[in-house]
């Protein structure tokens, strides 16, 4: 298996501009996890998904963070409009299946905003 | 609410030294713990997990961690560090009846050649 697939690796922005970050999980895994790390805030669970249902989104910051999940290989987190303090990493990760608990990260999404 | 302490933000030590990076966490039913490493620019990587049984877990690179149930701890150690561990080290924990993590804070270990 190939792992967690995010996509863009890298994103650079401006201010104002929609962002659309992906995420192809773990074939077989039902569980689907969003993360923001940032210097100053660390690691925060965004929002995650069960058979791709929303399960918890206490942790997106606010209305312009936006995350689906149409099926169980695709799910994205949107940012509209985007601000400069939205600039970290982001990273995805899936668990589930034979895996259980353990969850498996993704190589991150490095968002830049200007 | 659930809380996983790392109380030790940033560690330096020199190759060849003992490491261990305290793990508390706030929960008093069944856990599931997780170690975590992640090297400078890279994604979390498992270093081990501890379900159930034995409570001394190995896991990948020499890397160990005891679970001590009396002390809601599970703390990491490694005995003799190289330069090439230097990285941020996570603590998470999950309970029976969910798959949300909880993490530490991180800490940062640098180790001087």
Redesign the interface.
């Known amino acids: 298996d190939a792992g967690v697939i995010q996509s863009p690796r890298h994103e650079v922005t401006e201010m104002g501009q929609e962002v659309t970050l992906r995420c192809k999980p773990i074939s077989g895994h039902d569980?689907l996890?969003w993360y923001r790390q940032t210097m100053m805030r660390?690691?925060e669970?965004l929002i995650?998904f069960?058979n791709n249902v929303p399960?918890?989104d206490s942790g997106m910051p606010e209305d312009r963070f936006s995350a689906k999940m149409p099926n169980a290989s695709f799910s994205t987190l949107k940012i509209q409009p985007s601000e400069p303090r939205d600039s970290a990493v982001y990273?995805c990760?899936s668990?589930?299946g034979p895996s259980?608990?353990?969850?498996?990260?993704?190589?991150?999404t490095r968002l830049t905003v200007l | 609410a659930q809380s996983v302490s790392q109380h030790n933000h940033h560690v330096i030590l020199s190759e060849a030294a003992s490491l261990e990076l305290g793990c508390n966490y706030s929960y008093g039913g069944t856990v599931n713990l997780f170690w975590y490493v992640q090297y400078p620019g890279q994604h979390l990587q498992l270093l081990l997990k501890y379900f159930s049984g034995d409570p001394l877990v190995k896991g990948i690179k020499g890397f160990e961690a005891e679970f001590i149930k009396s002390k809601f701890s599970f703390n990491l150690r490694k005995p003799s560090v190289q330069w090439s561990d230097t990285a941020e080290y996570f603590c998470a924990v999950t309970s029976s009846g969910t798959y949300k993590y909880i993490f530490g804070t991180g800490t940062r270990l640098k180790v001087l050649a």
């Open positions: 569980y996890f660390g690691l669970l995650y069960n399960i918890d990273f990760a668990s589930g259980g608990r353990e969850q498996f990260f993704g190589p991150g």
